[in-house]
């Protein structure tokens, strides 16, 4: 399955690279669905990159599915990157086996920028059975995450979905 979206940008190129780039493991910082991320030790490191990839919790007390994200490909001049996502203590049944990503991003010539997001997942042969299902959530999931993304640079603060993410969250762990 592969999923390519557009997004513009009120933001500078190298702004919107700085966050998904050089911040990559702050994930947690402006995806709602995202309670912790931190970065990866270990694995390679390409030349300009700041990490080797991160780690991505689901839940907030760190249990269940995680995902581990790495850096396949890098070039910081060019402002493009490729991630394979593993999916890690996943449920038997979960009907992805892995996702990648291609990231780029470029100055738009009347002002902000053009990211470019290739979302591939690697689904599972019977996860073809719920493939109307499953498609409809990953689009709709995709494009949530593209529009945190953007509102997180634009404005500097999370999206309302992460504002009321963090709430929940909070509230839960006071109760």
């Not at 919107?16 to 990559?24: I, N, P």
Request: proline share 5%; aromatic share 10%.
């Amino acid at each position: 399955m592969k999923l390519t979206t557009t997004t513009k940008i009120d933001a500078t190129a190298d702004e919107v690279w700085e966050l998904f780039a050089h911040r990559f493991e702050d994930a947690d910082q402006w995806m709602a669905a995202v309670p912790r991320s931190y970065g990866q030790e270990s694995g390679e490191r390409f030349e300009g990159a700041t990490s080797v990839g991160r780690i991505i919790e689901m839940q907030p007390d760190g249990r269940g599915m995680k995902a581990s994200e790495r850096f396949v490909a890098y070039d910081e001049a060019a402002k493009t990157c490729a991630v394979r996502v593993e999916l890690i203590d996943a449920p038997r049944l979960f009907p992805i086996d892995h996702n990648s990503l291609e990231f780029s991003v470029v100055d738009d010539p009347d002002g902000g920028s053009t990211a470019i997001w290739v979302f591939r997942a690697a689904i599972k042969r019977w996860g073809y059975l719920m493939w109307p299902m499953l498609r409809m959530g990953m689009f709709r999931a995709w494009n949530q995450l593209c529009e945190e993304f953007q509102h997180y640079v634009e404005t500097g603060t999370p999206h309302p979905r992460k504002v009321t993410a963090i709430a929940k969250a909070s509230s839960a762990s006071n109760g």
